[in-house]
């Protein structure tokens, strides 16, 4: 299973989680964001995709992030169009497309049909008041009519004490296109600074 680390800030931070090795690290360029990434980003292994996550932005804002830090992944978090994804995909033809849908215990998973040809794989968080970083976790059994054969990546206030629920979710017919396990809030000292001890308990888990 991969692991995704979002919402990182702190150059020094950065290269201390790098070391941890996830498969994904992501990087906010929303600026009502706590966590809004706006400086350099340290050499971190190849193998470590850098993730930018946009809300609402325009096509050109995206395109400029993607050559400033020459960003493998974007993860759109707003009410961005399938032509918006359809763009990117024809563009870049190597970067990973994530679109997200915010989740509550009921989902109609018919919204997702008008993606699927232009993105690699959907994201599932919370519903709450904040277009992600809401710090708690949705019913992963809302899951059981997902219809795709996309993969999909798990978030939404995933932490330590979720670590055994987890587990069983992942053993489950549920977890058959689950890509990665995305983390975020519950494992920071304050908004963008990430508690490396925490996150080497929860990968060891993995």
Request: glycine share 8%; net charge negative.
């Amino acid at each position: 299973m991969k692991l995704k680390v979002c919402g990182m800030k702190y150059g020094e931070n950065i290269q201390a989680v790098s070391q941890l090795h996830p498969d994904y690290m992501g990087f906010i360029f929303y600026d009502q964001s706590a966590r809004y990434f706006d400086g350099d980003i340290p050499e971190i292994s190849e193998s470590i995709k850098k993730v930018g996550v946009f809300v609402n932005a325009s096509l050109d804002e995206i395109i400029s992030k993607i050559n400033t830090y020459q960003l493998q992944a974007i993860q759109l978090h707003g009410d961005e169009s399938p032509d918006l994804c359809k763009a990117l995909n024809h563009q870049f033809h190597q970067l990973e497309i994530i679109k997200v849908f915010s989740i509550s215990n009921q989902f109609d998973f018919k919204k997702l049909q008008p993606y699927e040809t232009y993105v690699d794989a959907f994201l599932f968080d919370t519903k709450g008041k904040l277009p992600g970083g809401n710090g708690y976790t949705f019913d992963w059994n809302a899951l059981e009519g997902y219809p795709s054969e996309k993969p999909f990546i798990l978030s939404g206030g995933i932490g330590l004490d979720e670590a055994p629920q987890l587990k069983t979710f992942l053993k489950s017919p549920l977890s058959k296109h689950c890509l990665a396990v995305d983390v975020n809030s519950q494992f920071e000292i304050e908004p963008g600074l990430k508690n490396v001890q925490k996150l080497k308990e929860f990968k060891s888990e993995l």
